[in-house]
């Protein structure tokens, strides 16, 4: 069992260091590409206000189904007393 514990370690260590050492060239490679210029920064900042416009846009959806929700339970329960 100890073995079988020791091998998941080595393998999912080799896995994370294919996933973070690519990560960081790729990260190296943009830096010296100049790809945090201004014009990418201003299209960052305005992806990121479109994120959080939809965020809000589903969290205002989420509380109108959570209200149609208890709306349709209450309509249930006033039928079945009857």
Known sequence: MKEVIIVAIVFGSILIALA?????????IKL??????????????EEAKTIQEI????????ERVEAL????LDRDRE???K
């Open 32 to 45: 010296f590409k100049g790809g945090f210029s201004r014009t990418d920064q201003r299209q960052q900042a």
């Open 79 to 81: 039928e079945r007393k």
């Open 55 to 62: 965020y809000q846009g589903l969290s205002r959806m989420e």
């Open 69 to 72: 929700e208890t709306i349709l």
């Open 20 to 28: 973070i050492i690519p990560g960081t060239i790729l990260l190296v």
